[in-house]
Every structure is written in structure tokens, then in C-alpha cells.
């Protein structure tokens, strides 16, 4: 069965039919790892050792904090973190990257690296650098957030066009 025209030109379309099959080769990528997606993204800030204390981790990551200790719970009883007193506040707790956690995090980003290359493989590679440069431009707009109802009613009414006097 094929896709109409109509559907497959349509912006909607394509993108959503990239993200589930990104989504679908991610999750099993990632699959390993206790809490999956979340739980790498933990373990990428760990690395970057940005991420100051668990509340505000949980914060950047838009994470709810009960989950989040939950998910590091995970992640420490794997090895792949530690929590340690934070040496300004010894009340606060960062997430801290283990040696073990480093590897995995190795490991899982040749495998999302691989699932890029499949997903991108129809482009050249200067396409695939040109595409990731567009999305990210238009992922990080100040405008890039979610919309209130009232707000995409508001793009989504017809014009309103100015009346013509008699």
C-alpha cells in the first residue's frame, strides 16, 4: 500500500514518521540501560559534569524529582553512578559518573551514532550535516516551546481578512 502524495509532502508526516522510527531504534538501543532514554541523558550530564545537584538535574531534564531519584537509584545500584556530597553544600548531592557508567556512555552513543547513520543513510553526508544543522536552528528558536491552546488555535484560524467598504 502506498502513502498518497498529499500525505507524504506533508511537513507533519514526514517528521513524525522520522521520530517513531528514530524512537523505535533508540528505545532499543538504550534498552539496557535502567530507565532507558532518561537514564542516558542522566548519565550524558553526569559527563558533561554540568549538572550540579539532583534537583537540578531533574530540573534540566524536565524529569519530576520522585522519578528522578528513583532513576538514579537505578543508575547507582548499576554502578554507572555514584552520589557524592557536593563540597560547597553538604546537604546537596551530585551525580557523579563512575568509570563503569563512562563506558556505557561510550557504548550507547557509537550505538545512537549507528542509529543516526541508518536513519540518515538515504542522504549524502554533507545533506545529513545541512539537516542536523536546520533542525537544530529550528529546535532552538526562542520560539521553540509548547504552545497554549489559545496560542495554536491562533496559527491554526484562518486569516482574517479586511472587509471591503461598500
Known sequence: MTTPPTVTADLGWALGRVLRTYITATNAALSEVPGGPRGYQVLAAAAADDTGSQLALAQKLGVDRTVMTYLIDDLESASLVERRPDPADRRTRRIILTERGQAR?????????????HILAPLEPHEQDVLRGLLQRVATQPEARDFTCTEAEQLTAPPVRPRRSP
Do not use: G, K, T
Not at 556512555?105 to 547513520?117: A, F, G, H, K, N
Open 105 to 117: 556512555l561510550c557504548q550507547l552513543e557509537r550505538d545512537l551514532r549507528r542509529v543516526e547513520e
